[in-house]
């Protein structure tokens, strides 16, 4: 009879859409499904983007993390690779041959990055297939084909001490997928045969109704696009978007267009996925970004970085006028290939804005069909559970509301809403040969990546930086008389994104007058008087202006 029960700790990927991580342990053995990042919202200024807290498996020091394996490429599926596998430099990796590729790139790039004259190291990754049998400690993991945005998925189906897991990762039924490779049907199934007793299942568009369109949907809107186009055509995508990287190529080799691959991610991917046989581009098909200017306009297509708006991508970069060799010509025709991430839509619509007042026409949705989820809606969850029959089911991957829509489509498929498990980052879940249940609570929130600097930026950190954005900063610098106490001349004040002194006469007399009043009254408080100065200030710029900015004081004995 088995002596511990299963414990399933997801650190990322309930509640949010990103930075997937799960762990799976039983005793003293430990593996992890994915490692990945969420990229920041609007206000987490100057971050470049999130990782899981892991520090859970950090402080278990008798905890053996055997292996990680991996469902797919997606960044928010592989991007925090690096500071996982620095953690646990013991540990296996486990992925398909794309995905392994996809990691052993992002390896390379961050050691050649981080000390160029260092030794690259690399990660052992261990190529897998669907079909395999992996035994990791008590556990066997099977991967098992599924169809999402990029090609090479897999779920896993995990063996336990207390009985079967299916976990989907991404997916979506696409019988009709660009690389060819349909969903495992018949495997699913078979797994119900056997007995599942939990599904972990992907949630994202929970809240859509019916089923996701074909990959394949797609290249007729292409085709449309680069019919009417009488110049360059970019077409904006994420750097993993290995299928649609394809499509675009079949639809400029009809046009005879030559394809101009921009962005150091993207052509290290491009790179990989045709060396490995995912992509199908002729060599005498794709041109350097730097031999741009010697081809027509209406001869070239370009597959850009930065549909999501980040302002240091391709895209981005354009919109402002700021990129190395391209800029924005009239009769350009942008595609964006994708959907705004949650909380990035600002971003994405504020840079299609610029770059049609910049001139080109852009295509996006809905203006055309340019771009399908790699998430299944509604109907194929439902098919998911008919195929699997799990006894208890736990939506993963999704904000909130995806979760608990999710959970609402699985009572209604007729699992018992006691077997519908809705959690969060953190929350351990407890499986025996009986019963599933919530647990105890883990740290299972955010850890920023800001430059070098990993976890040093917290909380309190992005408030000030939000502060500092919204209303800026005063400093104020005095001189007072070492002995008496007695202030010498007029404060000196510094001001930088809350008012142009220049034109605040009447403020800026009002702020002395408050900091002389203070220094007054305050001769013998010493170390006290800037923090007394920094509150009299504060309280005076909120009576005239209502906006709170940072108020710094900088008091010099003379």
């Not at 762990?23 to 470049?48: C, L």
């Not at 010697?294 to 700021?322: C, D, F, I, N, Y």
Request: glycine share 8%; proline share 5%.
């Amino acid at each position: 009879m088995a002596k511990h029960k299963v414990r399933i700790i997801p650190l990322g990927g309930l509640g949010e859409i990103g930075k997937n991580m799960t762990v799976f342990e039983y005793g003293n053995d430990a593996f992890i499904v994915d490692t990945g990042i969420m990229f920041p919202a609007n206000d987490m200024h100057g971050v470049d983007y999130i990782i899981p807290d892991f520090s859970y498996l950090l402080e278990r020091t008798d905890l053996n993390v055997h292996a990680i394996f991996f469902t797919h490429g997606h960044e928010d599926h592989i991007g925090a690779v690096n500071h996982v596998t620095e953690a646990f430099p013991k540990a296996t990796l486990y992925a398909t041959k794309l995905t392994a590729g996809l990691i052993e790139v992002k390896a390379y790039n961050s050691s050649r990055f981080n000390d160029p004259a260092a030794p690259t190291k690399m990660p052992d990754v261990k190529v897998i297939k669907p079909g395999d049998k992996i035994p990791i400690g008590p556990f066997t993991l099977e991967p098992f084909r599924v169809t999402h945005s990029i090609p090479a998925c897999v779920g896993y189906a995990i063996d336990t001490p207390h009985g079967l897991i299916v976990h989907t990762g991404d997916y979506k039924f696409d019988n009709n997928p660009v690389d060819g490779r349909r969903p495992d049907y018949a495997r699913l199934a078979s797994y119900a045969e056997r007995g599942v007793k939990l599904l972990m299942a992907d949630s994202t568009n929970a809240d859509k109704k019916g089923w996701t369109a074909s990959e394949s949907t797609i290249e007729p809107a292409f085709e449309k696009v680069f019919k009417n186009a009488k110049g360059r055509i970019m077409v904006a995508t994420f750097a993993s978007l290995i299928s649609r990287v394809q499509q675009v190529a079949n639809v400029a080799r009809k046009h005879g267009r030559k394809m101009v691959i921009t962005g150091f991610t993207m052509r290290e991917y491009v790179k990989l996925a045709r060396k490995i046989g995912y992509l199908d581009i002729p060599e005498d098909m794709l041109v350097d970004v730097s031999k741009l200017d010697s081809l027509e306009p209406h001869k070239v297509v370009l597959m850009v970085t930065g549909s999501q708006g980040e302002p240091s991508a391709v895209l981005g970069r354009l919109s402002v006028g700021k990129h190395r060799y391209l800029d924005v010509q009239k009769n350009d025709t942008i595609v964006l290939s994708s959907h705004p991430i949650p909380g990035n839509e600002e971003l994405v619509y504020r840079t299609i804005d610029r770059l049609i007042q910049r001139g080109a026409n852009v295509v996006y949705e809905p203006i055309e069909n340019v771009h399908v989820s790699g998430h299944g809606a509604q109907e194929e969850m439902k098919l998911m559970i008919n195929l699997v029959q799990p006894t208890f089911l736990m939506p993963v991957h999704g904000e909130v509301r995806h979760l608990h829509s999710h959970a609402r489509l699985a009572i209604e498929s007729g699992i018992p809403e006691s077997n519908v498990i809705v959690s969060d980052n953190g929350t351990i879940i407890e499986m025996d040969r009986h019963y599933i249940r919530k647990g105890e609570r883990v740290p299972g929130g955010y850890v920023f990546v800001d430059g070098s600097g990993v976890g040093d930026v917290g909380r309190a950190v992005i408030h000030d930086r939000e502060i500092l954005a919204r209303d800026g900063f005063l400093i104020v610098t005095v001189n007072v008389n070492r002995q008496t106490g007695e202030p010498i001349g007029r404060p000196e004040i510094i001001s930088r994104g809350f008012v142009y002194l220049r034109d605040a006469n009447d403020l800026l007399q009002n702020v002395q007058d408050t900091v002389h009043d203070v220094l007054q009254s305050n001769r013998n408080a010493n170390g006290s008087r800037a923090s007394k100065i920094e509150d009299s200030v504060s309280k005076l710029l909120y009576n005239e202006t209502r906006r709170r900015p940072m108020v710094f004081s900088i008091v010099h004995k003379v």
